[in-house]
């Protein structure tokens, strides 16, 4: 969908920006910087690379888009070019106010309007931010006479974005096309970026929808399953096992036709669509009845499906399909718990 392959760095700035709450200070830049083609092309690299999910957000606000501080000032970049570097201290006054998280760092700040960027063919311009929390070590060689010399330096590696955010110069009634990479903060604390600094919720698209699905079919075979009907952990697995064959081996969904597919028995058919209607209510969420699959989204969500048995501390067992070759029962002798699976050739 996005294509960088003809983006350019038109505007760039870069401040300094710190954690409130530990008293740093933030330096602003005086102006903007027009770094050499060399450095463009450097620096190019290393902003867009790792944005490769399809995994896209919309900027909001609860009440009215127009209050998201970001939108508005990136809405004034777009509209009026030569505003970028006055707008630019208004963001990064913006993340300051928003660093608070006692495991955020200080880092530089940058800021850049992208020209030439391209999203399903069509030509458009974005405004990124990217800041980078922390340096690695490189090894200086160079010749002093007739023998050589190391030093060391501290700077950033291109190859690795701490955190960065592009947002493009489309969908601006729903709060523009936006994506996202943060490398370094996994927990509460990554949360600063997304939900205080941007404000962003996911886009309406196949991405969204084939995610919610996974993690609805997740929930309901782990949690209302077991409760409502006597299943066993193999039976859990080859529930989930069956939903992410039927998500991978159509092209688009269906939910009356997938729920069939998975289940079979009119019980569970009832309970599922039960637990779905709840599970819609409950986290105000919008779940269509048939759309187109991402690919992309199923790779990325279908991880860690319960395929994995652990027994005792002896053994696990895989489950990836198959229930015909799976026999559970109980040694009366032995007192103990069994399974008996049944194969074809020992790979």
């Not at 463009?40 to 690379?49: D, E, G, P, R």
């Not at 096309?177 to 962003?200: H, M, S």
């Not at 989204?297 to 319960?306: I, P, Q, T, V, Y």
Request: aromatic share 12%; hydrophobic share 35%.
């Amino acid at each position: 969908m996005i294509d960088f392959s003809t983006s350019e760095i038109s505007q760039l700035i870069i401040h300094s920006v710190g954690n409130k709450t530990n008293d740093d200070i933030c330096k602003f830049s005086k102006s903007s910087i027009e770094p050499s083609n060399e450095i463009k092309s450097l620096l190019l690299h290393y902003f867009v690379t790792p944005f490769k999910s399809e995994e896209y957000y919309n900027l909001y606000h609860e009440t009215d888009l127009s209050l998201n501080e970001i939108y508005s000032f990136v809405s004034e970049i777009f509209q009026t070019p030569t505003s970028f570097f006055s707008q630019s201290i208004n963001i990064a006054k913006h993340l300051y106010e928003r660093s608070i998280h006692p495991k955020i760092k200080n880092g530089e700040f940058y800021i850049v309007h992208f020209g030439n960027c391209r999203i399903n063919n069509e030509k458009t311009n974005a405004i990124g931010f990217f800041k980078s929390e922390n340096k690695d070590t490189f090894l200086k060689v160079f010749s002093s006479g007739s023998n050589f010399e190391i030093e060391s330096e501290k700077g950033i590696n291109i190859n690795k974005l701490d955190k960065g955010c592009i947002i493009f110069n489309i969908e601006k009634d729903t709060g523009y096309l936006v994506t996202i990479v943060d490398n370094i903060n996994k927990g509460v604390e990554a949360k600063y970026w997304t939900d205080d600094f941007l404000r962003v919720k996911p886009r309406l698209d196949e991405y969204h929808d084939t995610q919610q699905v996974i993690l609805l079919l997740k929930n309901y075979i782990n949690k209302e399953l077991p409760n409502e009907f006597e299943v066993s952990k193999v039976d859990q697995a080859l529930f989930l096992n069956k939903g992410i064959n039927a998500l991978k081996n159509n092209e688009s969904f269906n939910i009356k036709e997938f729920t069939e597919e998975v289940f079979s028995d009119p019980n569970v058919i009832q309970s599922f669509g039960k637990y779905k209607d709840s599970y819609i209510q409950e986290r105000d969420i919008i779940l269509k009845e048939s759309f187109v699959i991402s690919e992309q989204a199923l790779k990325k969500k279908a991880k860690g499906k319960m395929s994995t048995i652990k027994l005792d501390k002896n053994f696990d067992i895989k489950i990836h399909g198959g229930e015909e070759f799976i026999e559970q029962g109980f040694d009366q002798e032995k007192e103990l718990n069994f399974y008996k699976l049944y194969y074809r050739e020992e790979n």
